[in-house]
């Protein structure tokens, strides 16, 4: 390799004396951000009231599941989350790696006991000794892994993800992996322990985390290959990742069943925005610049957030202008590392996706297969994928800043540098960290009525039985609390199939009448409610509740004041507008042309005696003569009535005028 390339100065300290810095700065980090509040393991209120995002509650409800379910292998199945066939605690992103080895020793463990907390900190600590190890193949001074290690140690991407998405803050993956490739060119060797273990690793903390260090590792065998002109022993170790790899992935039970829904998102949807490296605004509206301004987004860019910092972009523009300067120096170093630029070109591209977009607009969509499209959604949040690129970045600069010349110069820029970054988040960095060291939110629960005291006594299933409920998150935690299963999907992965198979065989046997003792039933939609109370009303309790959920409860007695009850043929009951909309239709008033008088009900029994031989609705005490009563589409009645604005109707209960 060159003299000039930027991967040739030798290392500093010994590898353990600079990895052991470098941990100690992570550790420093963390603390000095977040405090000892999360790293008490029986304190998990941040968790349960979604500390920065509600995802916290899915990631913490997993481990809940998981902590009472029977070991089995493969491990991390949950078999009262998507009751009754279960799910891997990877989908919902409850660090699988982590739940398994607490619940070997969940004998010994509090009753309440988060790990999230630790985690994060091992995160920050692993990325601080990870980062010292790149940099002291670059660097003789200690006081210069010092400064480096800041900016990855307070890399905006990886504080934006800590407690938001906690298991995506295991980047020093990344970092390692990135460490290796260096080290693995320079001695022109692949097999690497270290590389190995991080790979295997990956599976079992994110799989997200799978391509990236893959990439790193492609690009490593890519290299030795062309500089040893042999491919048997690179190949090999490549071949022996993958595969145990994928026993990981098998042990810690992510091919257990099939796990296809989750969301109509597909790929693209979530593509990084092209001014995303020097856009500071991340998901929740902290604004990571004291300098730049924010720049629009549009999509789901704002789940590709990869703000570089003031002091990253700044040597950027040194580092572009000097590649300029010296192109031979450059291209020399470009064509030793092609393989490395070859997979940083194909994560940025997929990181990008073919929905083009920049600022506020969409440039373009390539038309892309659809057998495609499904394949790449597996990784739908494609903005991630520039994270290796995101810290390639970070490595050049400070490298290139150490190469200035003279030595005192080079200190002086990389201070400059630490400072200029840390300057630049220093309000988003506080504001986070206060966040958690202040956090004294109480548990939001919408689970407030009587009738859910009642009803965690009774049942041992949660059982809904169209769409997504209301809330389902702190439905899956209240479920996990009481120590009951549920079907509701709250993971970013479920089998779709499986549950609509489920959903209708339950609903059929519902409508025959046949319900299970111990069984709540849970429903979304107000039209299949209505169709289910009027067969099953004389042996359940069936109602609305305040909060908006529809339940029907076999066998239950509550006389709770929080209950719209459905009686008798649906006595007491009232009358309510669907809740429809399309390109016609607004929440169940058509608004094709005006006036807008016509009303959209599901059509069932007991919409049809409410309406049958009735002249008029009334709402608020004043009376709207019915024009007409339309059966026309299966499904439902559109009733017309004499009325400016049927608008004003929605969200109301109605009452029929005979």
Not at 644 to 650: E, G
Request: proline share 5%; aromatic share 14%; charged share 15%.
């Amino acid at each position: 390799m060159s003299s000039a390339s930027p991967f040739a100065h030798p290392k500093q300290l010994t590898s353990r004396q600079q990895f052991l810095l470098g941990c100690v700065i992570g550790a420093a980090a963390f603390l000095l951000l977040f405090g000892f509040g999360p790293l008490d393991v029986t304190n998990d209120l941040w968790l349960r009231s979604g500390f920065v995002e509600k995802d916290a509650i899915q990631h913490y409800t997993g481990w809940l599941f998981y902590r009472e379910s029977a070991l089995s292998i493969p491990f991390g199945t949950a078999e009262s989350i998507n009751w009754p066939q279960g799910l891997s605690i990877a989908f919902t992103d409850s660090i699988p790696l982590f739940a398994v080895f607490f619940r070997l020793i969940e004998g010994i463990l509090p009753a309440t006991f988060q790990y999230f907390g630790l985690f994060a900190f091992l995160c920050f600590v692993l990325q601080g000794g990870f980062a010292a190890l790149l940099l002291g193949l670059f660097t003789r001074s200690a006081a210069a892994l010092v400064l480096g290690c800041l900016p990855f140690v307070f890399s905006p991407v990886l504080v934006e993800r800590t407690f938001r998405h906690t298991s995506l803050g295991a980047q020093f993956l990344i970092v390692a992996a990135l460490y290796y490739y260096i080290r693995g060119r320079r001695e022109k060797r692949v097999c690497w322990p270290g590389l190995f273990a991080v790979n295997v690793l990956t599976i079992a903390l994110h799989p997200y985390f799978v391509p990236m260090t893959y990439a790193f590792t492609a690009a490593l065998v890519l290299g030795v290959m062309v500089d040893t002109r042999t491919a048997a022993r690179p190949l090999g170790f490549l071949a022996g990742n993958l595969a145990a790899t994928v026993a990981a992935g098998w042990l810690f039970g992510l091919f257990t069943g099939s796990a296809e829904g989750g969301s109509t998102v597909e790929f693209g949807y979530f593509g990084m925005n092209l001014n995303a490296l020097w856009n500071p605004i991340s998901r929740w509206t902290t604004v990571w610049s004291r300098v730049l301004p924010v720049q629009n987004q549009v999509r789901g860019n704002y789940d590709a957030f990869n703000y570089l910092a003031l002091g990253m972009l700044l040597a950027c523009v040194a580092l572009a202008v000097w590649a300029v300067l010296h192109r031979h120096e450059s291209l020399t170093s470009m064509r030793c590392h092609w393989p490395l630029l070859l997979v940083c070109l194909c994560l940025t591209v997929f990181a990008v996706s073919h929905v083009v977009t920049a600022n506020g607009a969409t440039l373009f969509t390539l038309p892309l297969p659809h057998a495609l499209v499904r394949l790449a959604t597996t990784f739908r949040s494609s903005g991630r994928m520039f994270w290796p690129v995101y810290y390639l970045i970070f490595t050049c600069c400070i490298v290139f800043t150490l190469r200035l010349k003279p030595q005192k110069a080079a200190a002086g820029a990389l201070a400059l540098l630490a400072a200029v970054q840390l300057w630049d988040i220093s309000p988003a960095l506080i504001e986070r960290g206060s966040e958690m060291r202040n956090y004294q939110a109480e548990y939001p629960s919408p689970l407030t009525s009587s009738f859910w005291e009642a009803a965690a006594d009774r049942y041992d299933h949660i059982v809904s039985l169209d769409e997504l409920q209301e809330e389902p998150l702190h439905l899956a935690l209240w479920a996990a609390d009481h120590h009951l299963t549920t079907n509701d999907p709250f993971a970013a992965r479920w089998d779709e199939d499986a549950l609509a198979e489920q959903r209708q065989s339950l609903i059929d046997a519902l409508l025959a009448g046949q319900t299970e003792p111990d069984c709540l039933y849970l429903v979304h939609e107000e039209a299949l409610f209505l169709e289910l109370a009027d067969v099953l009303q004389a042996d359940a309790f069936c109602a609305h509740l305040e909060g908006g959920w529809y339940v029907i409860a076999p066998g239950l007695e509550y006389t709770g004041t929080d209950a719209i009850v459905y009686g008798p043929q649906g006595e007491g009951f009232p009358l309510h507008i669907s809740d429809y909309t399309d390109s016609i239709w607004d929440k169940g008033v058509l608004v094709r042309e005006e006036p807008y008088q016509t009303l959209l009900f599901p059509d069932c029994a007991f919409t049809r005696r409410q309406l049958e031989g009735m002249t008029a609705l009334a709402a608020d005490g004043i009376e709207y003569p019915i024009l007409n009563v339309d059966d026309k589409d299966a499904g439902w009645l559109m009733v017309t009535l004499d009325i400016p604005d049927a608008r004003i109707l929605q969200g109301k209960e109605l009452e029929s005028i005979a």
